[in-house]
């Protein structure tokens, strides 16, 4: 079996020494948020799902859901895990007041995002969805839908799903065929096939809220010309089906405990969330939170993956070390003792935390986006506009490797079922494809959001960065840390120029380096994260605070400038050699 410890010494000092969470809290009037709240209900929520949702993470694996007479089973155990954290109140903590909830921050819900994730993936898309349609329903929907559905869904007593994916549109949501005919009572009628669709059925709730695209007759083709509709499985009030069938689950690679179904929407009733036609407006809309959601799976897979294959590898014996002998009393040395050991663990270690001090930045961003004064939340607009591909398609890419250098560092145990870590990777898998695959992500980052405004989007996030590098520029021990973030910057505000001056020419220019471009754009900001938590570091040190955490933080800052920040120059290189050797590449000789 599997263990798990929540992180929660690196969120308190990534929350309180970092980011000061609290007097943000304050700020915003997020009343009760002080620092034992926050510190209390992480262990709290940390220890629930270690607990209860854990060990039902490798049942989930391996006996997966089962699907007959079109209904969908969810694994042995999950039901429990899952009453167990709605019975508890605990979904309902980021609805607001008014619906059950506690109105929570968003910089916590990463946290609570994480721990869930780590502890069961499959069951935590349960979670996220619910809080995605929670946020739907009550920020767009009427007040009739907002009384029928939004408390029941945001504890977590109904269950939702997103449906924008049908058979012959994924990415291009645009060319959707889903119709909703309107009715007399105002209601719609809506018909066509969803696939893909996450916890389409289950029994884990009474009822299934689904959120469906859909085109009215007559609407504008391609994305303006569809609608959001809310679409019960079961009509409230009615035990009969409101015409939602799922025709069979997905076999696939991981995430075997989440189904992943096909829907049959006929004739089925649906109300209309929000106006027509702004469907894909009010989608995107979320898609900040649900995004940067979608990247924290990377890192609490990353967590889970790095803390099992630690603990094998410090039992582990093979070899000795090259400089000689470590344990006479052995045969063999502990492979902790190899370098290439230790850049893999080292690696995982810094892609985790490195990730998770952004994903912390993005959370207060959030929050400020919501609730902050006119001046902070158009700052905090611009950066978020930055930020959400990029945490999205590299905290997902990083998640992946980090889960396959687990396998790796473990040799052929990290490949076999029997220590758990396989299950990671296959289930990390998904998350840069969907919510918009990573390359889609690139695009948005460097064809849309870096020319956003004129480019305002970029120099509002250049400001925080040039700032702390001149704020810290005649501080010794920080050089190690500056000199390379600012070539760093220096280096991304070069590629930033060359890609719209070459883009706005040649469109293909512009898509090619884009994937690098956002991967060197990420490993920037991850230097300006691990600089900032560097700088806390060595004050509390200077403050005569004792603790070896400081130390073990600073060392891995060291990590990731050695290790990671230096994959830059590549990525500039292969930005700039641009598309020609891909698009002159004849189709017939692929
Ligand atoms: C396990 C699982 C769960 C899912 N859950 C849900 C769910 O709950 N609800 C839901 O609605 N959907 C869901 N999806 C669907 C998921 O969001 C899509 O698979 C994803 O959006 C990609 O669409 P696609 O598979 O059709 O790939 P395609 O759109 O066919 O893309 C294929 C490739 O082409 C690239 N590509 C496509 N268009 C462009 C372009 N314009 N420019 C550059 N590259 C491009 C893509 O990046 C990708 O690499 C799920 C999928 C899976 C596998």
Known sequence: MVRYDAPLRDYTFLLHEVFEVVELAEQLDY??????????????????????WLPTNAVGDKVGCTYENGKVKAPPGFKEAWDTTTEGGWFAAAARAEHGGMDCPLFFR??????????NMALSTVGALNLGVYDLISEHG???LQEIYAEKVASGEWCGTMCLTEPHAGTDLGIIRTKALPQDDGSHQITGTKMFITFGDHDLSDNIIHMVLAKLPGSPEGSRGISLFVVPKFLPGDDN??????????????????????????????????????GMRIMFEMMNRERLATGMMGIGLGEIAYQNALDWCVERRQGRDLKGIRDLNEKADSILVHPDVRRMLLKMKANNEG??????????????????????????????????????????DLGCETCSLGIQVMGGAGYCTEYGVEQFYRDARIAPIWEGTNGIQALDLAGRKITQDFGKNFRSLM????????????????????????????????????????????PHF??????????????????????????????????GTEDPFYDAKLRLADVFFAEIL??????????????????????AML
């Open 31 to 52: 009343e009760g948020w002080d620092r034992d709240m926050i510190d209390m209900m992480m262990e709290e929520w940390g220890e629930i799902m270690r607990t209860a």
């Open 241 to 278: 089906l409101n015409g939602v069938t799922c025709s069979g689950i997905e076999e696939k690679m991981g995430l075997h405990g989440s189904p992943t179904c096909v829907l049959n929407f006929d004739d089925s009733i649906g109300w209309l969330v929000g106006e027509a036609n702004t």
């Open 510 to 543: 512009l898509a090619a380096g884009a994937t690098d471009y956002c991967t060197y754009f990420g490993n920037t900001m991850l230097a300006f994260m691990w600089a900032r938590m560097a700088r806390v570091c060595n004050d509390a040190k200077a403050a």
């Open 355 to 396: 990730c998770r001090a952004l994903a912390t930045w993005a959370g207060t961003l959030l929050d400020q986006m919501r609730r902050g004064d006119d001046e902070s939340k158009t700052h905090a607009t611009a950066l978020i506009a930055l930020l959400t591909p990029i945490i999205k398609a590299l905290g997902t």
């Open 463 to 506: 400001w925080p960065l040039l700032e702390f590098i001149e704020e810290n520029r005649d501080d010794v021990d920080m050089a190690k840390y500056t000199k390379p973030l600012y070539q760093s910057v220096r280096g991304l505000q070069q590629l930033t120029l060359l890609m719209i001056a070459e883009g706005m020419g040649n």
């Open 142 to 144: 009427s007040a009739e």
């Open 110 to 119: 990463n946290a609570m995002d994480e721990f869930a994730i780590s502890s």
């Open 566 to 587: 230096p994959d830059n120059v590549g990525l500039a290189a292969k930005v700039q050699a641009g598309h020609k050797h891909l698009m002159q590449f004849p189709e």
